[in-house]
Each structure stands twice: as C-alpha cells, then as structure tokens.
C-alpha cells in the first residue's frame, strides 16, 4: 500500500471513527477510499488487510486524539456541511429595514394551496430580511364566496408558512363602517357617485365613452341614494361608482364600481349590513389604513393596481409599491378550490387534507416543511414571466428542499413491508448495533439481537438469485444454495467485493411493531417496524430506510405514517 492510500486510510478511518463513539466501519473507510480512487476495487482483498490495521489502530485511540490528529491531517473532514449560498431576494424599489409593512390577502373560500405558497412565501421572506411587518388580512366581502371554517384554516396556513410571523390580523367584515366613512367622503367631494342604471346601459354607453344619467347629478341627490342603498334598493338597483376619465382608453378603468347591495347571509355578521365593498375599494382603503407599503401579487392585479390609485389620488394618499408575479400554471393537478370542495362533498376526498390533494394542510400532514416552500419560493424570486410546471417537476424541486431541512433532524429505522420470513442457516447470534443517525453520533443507537430467522421485504426476496452474494445491512452475509439461505460472512468488505444487493431487515425471533404507510396515492404499505419506535410522538418525522421519509400520524395498536417522500 503506497503512502499516500495509507493517507487516505487513515483520515477516512479518523473521520467515521469520530462520528460513531471511536469505532471506524471498514466498510465505510473502504467506501470513502474506493469513490477517490475507483481503479482500486480489483485490488480491495489484497488493500483489505492494512486498511484493517488501520481502521485496528484508530480504534484503540481515545475520541480526542482520533479529532486532534484529524484536524491535523484533514481538517476540512471535520466542517460538517458545505456552506451553500443562498440565493438573494431580488430588493424592491424602496425598501428601508425596519419600514416594510407587507400584508397577505387570502380569500376565505377555502384553504390554501400550493399556488397560495409561493406568492405568500415571498411576503414573509421579504419581511423578515428587511426587519419589516407582515399583515394576515381576510378578505370577506363577498358573502356568496365564503367557505366558513376557512377562516380558522387560512390562520393555521399561513401561521405555519410563515414560521408564526404575522404581526397582525385583520378581517375586512370587521371594518363596514369604515368602509362606509371613506364612501361617503368620495360621495362628498363628488370623486364617486351611486348609478341606478342598468349593467348594460351603463356598458353601452362607457364603450361609447358617455357619462351615463347619474354620473353628474348634484351631491345632495347622491347622498340620499346612498342612504337608500341601505334601506330602499334592491340588489342590482343602485352601485356606487369611483368618479373616473370617461375618455380612458381601457374601457374597464370607466367609472368602475366599489360598492354593492348584497343581500346574502354573511357567516360572520349575519344579515347586519347590505351595502358591500368590491375588492378594489376594500383594497385600497385597507391598504392605507393599514400603512402597506409594498405588495407582491400575480400580474393579473395591474390593472387592479390602477383602479385602487384613483382612492389614492383622490385622498392625496401614498400608494405602495406593487411587484408582480406571473402566472405559474400547474399541470397535471387541479387546485380549484370550488370544484375540490365538490369532490369533498361528494366523498371523492377525505378532507382538505386529503394525502392526494396540494393543499397545504395535506402537505404538511405527510411532513413538508414550511421553510421547504419558502426555498422554494426564494429561487423563483419576483418576475412576470409565465411559467408552466409539470407537477412532477414541482414536487421534485419541493422535496429536494424539504429533504435539506428534514434529513438532518429524521432518525433512522428499519420498516419491512410485506414482510416474509427467511432463515439463514448457520447464522450466527449477533448484536448489531446501528446509529439513529448516521451524522450525529451523539443520538444514540438501536441494538438488535438476531439469531437464524430475519423478516425480509417480498420485493427483496424476489430479486434472490443462487449462488450470489447478499447483505442484510450492517448485519451480514449470505446467499441462496439450491432452495436454503445460507450464511456467509459478517464482515462489509468481503460484500462490497463480491455482492449483488443489500437489504433491510428485522430479526423475527422478536416481537415487531405493526405499521402501516399511508402512500401520496392513498394505498397502505403494512408490515412490521422495529420496536424502537414506540418511542416516538404523533408528528415525528423519520426515515425508514431504503423506503422513504414519513410522519407519524396516528399511534394505537398498530403505528400509522404518511409517506413524505424517498
């Protein structure tokens, strides 16, 4: 072995041995050397007895002297994770540290999705680099689109997006009387007017660039049809229009309209009020009131944009600074609100949190993290450009992150599904020890004791061919002899040579706890888990090994989990 593959041998053997309690695993060692150096494996049996007296020596040594030579040799082994820069906000125009107030401005009419977290995401990112304050505002003045118990359900969402974040709640039901102050104002300076004509007299003539009837009578006769809107009209009857340029060339910034007679039973304030605000108006009022000083929304609010700049010019008010996103079209998933609750009502879905469904309540279920949707969101960054997104590609981008911040805090245990009953003739009893964790040392390690009979997943047992080499992982060797299994050896180095596959494992002479894992497409894997975990709580996420990341959701006599992702 020349000197520089002792070198080699040495920092590896050093390295693993620090991680896990001052005992090196050759086959690790051996692992790490061959991933430098590949041309080596024809010469692994004749390298495998100095890399032994290596890993031998390291392991007499005291944890402290295996650290101290490390960082003498190879310090660079003992920096635990590659420092990756992360990717910078794009600063919006007129952004001061500790001025930003930023709102997020759901609608009631179900829970968010997906398509909610990232323009959501960004608000919060923005607030927090920026020392700023982020506003959760309902926004409910649509009786006949409010879905009740979203309410409470957007709370939850966007609490658990933002990391608990939100400064302030507002609901805009809350505010009608403020509304009203603001409307009568407009009505007083005559910047805004109640029109009684129909929808399509007042479209015949905008499109003709014509005031119609109402547009310019006096003051005094527009606060009477304003005290009737709450009291004579009708829906339909009478709306209030914002006092615009007739002659504006985009016919839709006419005159437009700000409030509205709706009779509809409102969940919240019952049947109190009958005038409503149209979200331009609400908006803008909100905003102001609120002290918004920049937005992010989807580029479909430009010309929203517009319309809520008249509140603001009329009340000589500063608008906020509006970014814009455009539309990120998901294909291959539905995320309607309306036709998803249909499917619930229709018992197509559980719930909103249905494993199936992208709403965010089902995502967490299953183990997402908030701060993978926020990564996600920080690459994507302010822009409007379109983009269409396979929803295949999505989840790939969503799980690379959420695994960033779930691998390290995931422990790791043995599940075999389907399991089937393989005995290993002439195995010999063994105590095997295993990490909870492969990186930190520090958490410990499950002990198991195995004789001759081991539960085997069937897809494992399928792939089972004679005469080959096999490893029940960290435990040992064997191999297929006409219709037996039979044992082989215990040491790594003799499988990483020689072997076809390693498989996960638990030794049937104990008693194994039953599990079960819900899957993304609501079929169950069952099969048997290692007794250590009884030992965690409703919510944990772990890694069942060679299967995936999942969440524990339900503890009785058997464990239930929810798959998150390999």
């Not at 919060?124 to 700023?132: A, D, I, N, V």
């Not at 985009?250 to 049947?271: F, G, V």
Request: net charge neutral; proline share 5%.
């Amino acid at each position: 072995m020349d000197s520089a593959l002792k070198s080699s041998a040495r920092k590896y053997a050093l390295d693993n041995a620090r991680k896990y309690n001052g005992v090196p695993n050759m086959g690790s060692v051996i692992g790490k050397i061959l991933s430098e150096r590949p041309e080596l494996k024809a010469e692994l049996k004749a390298l495998s007895p100095e890399i032994k007296k290596i890993c031998d020596e390291v392991r007499l040594m005291p944890i402290e002297a295996q650290v101290a030579e490390l960082e003498k040799i190879a310090p660079e082994l003992l920096v635990e994770k590659k420092i990756v820069e992360e990717k910078k906000l794009k600063p919006l125009q007129d952004m001061e540290k500790g001025k930003v107030v930023m709102r997020l401005a759901p609608s009631p009419s179900g829970p968010m999705h997906i398509g909610h977290a990232i323009v959501f995401c960004l608000s919060h990112l923005y607030c927090k680099e920026y020392s700023g304050k982020l506003i959760l505002r309902i926004e409910d003045t649509n009786p006949e689109e409010i879905y009740e118990p979203a309410y409470k359900m957007d709370e939850v969402d966007l609490n658990w997006l933002t990391d608990n974040c939100i400064h302030q709640m507002v609901i805009q039901s809350d505010r009608l009387e403020t509304y009203y102050d603001y409307a009568e104002q407009l009505i007083n300076k005559g910047k805004a007017y109640i029109c009684t004509c129909s929808s399509e007299m007042f479209r015949n003539l905008s499109l003709k660039m014509k005031p119609c009837p109402c547009r310019d009578l006096p003051v005094k006769e527009h606060l009477t049809r304003w005290d009737k809107m709450f009291v004579e009209y009708e829906p339909g009857q009478a709306v209030v229009r914002i006092k615009t340029d007739i002659n504006d060339p985009n016919p839709a910034m006419r005159d437009w309209p700000a409030l509205r007679i709706n009779h509809n039973i409102h969940p919240r304030t019952k049947d109190k009020y009958k005038v409503w605000p149209l979200m331009n108006f609400s908006v803008a009022v909100d905003d102001h009131d609120l002290g918004v000083t920049h937005t992010i929304r989807g580029k479909d609010h430009v010309d929203n944009a517009k319309r809520q700049q008249h509140i603001y010019d009329f009340f000589g008010w500063k608008a906020p600074v509006h970014a814009y996103l455009g539309r990120m079209n998901f294909e291959g998933i539905e995320l309607s609100k309306r036709k998803t609750k249909a499917a619930i009502e229709r018992g197509e879905f559980d719930d909103w949190d249905d494993i199936r469904l992208p709403f965010l309540a089902a995502l967490r279920r299953r183990g997402f993290q908030a701060g993978a949707f926020q990564s996600f969101a920080r690459d994507m960054g302010v822009g409007l450009n379109d983009k269409t997104v396979p929803i295949a590609d999505f989840f790939k981008s969503l799980e690379a992150h959420n695994r960033d911040i779930i691998d390290p805090i995931a422990n790791r245990y043995f599940f075999v599904w389907d399991p089937v009953k393989i005995t290993v003739k002439d195995a010999p009893a063994l105590s095997v020890q295993i990490p909870l964790h492969p990186d930190f040392a520090d958490r410990g390690k499950r002990t198991f004791e195995t004789k001759t009979d081991f539960y085997i997943s069937k897809d494992d047992l399928a792939v089972i061919r004679a005469n080959k080499l096999y490893r029940l992982k960290d435990c040992l060797n064997f191999s297929k002899k006409d219709k037996d299994y039979v044992f082989d050896s215990s040491e790594y180095e003799k499988f990483h040579e020689k072997g076809t596959a390693t498989m996960h494992w638990l030794p049937a002479e104990e008693k194994m706890l039953d599990v079960e894992v819900l899957m993304p497409d609501k079929t169950l894997r069952k099969g048997y888990g290692e007794p250590a975990l009884k030992n965690l709580n409703v919510g944990d996420i772990v890694q069942l090994e060679r299967f995936g990341f999942c969440r524990l959701d339900q503890i009785g006599r058997k464990l239930v989990f929810w798959f998150a992702h390999k």
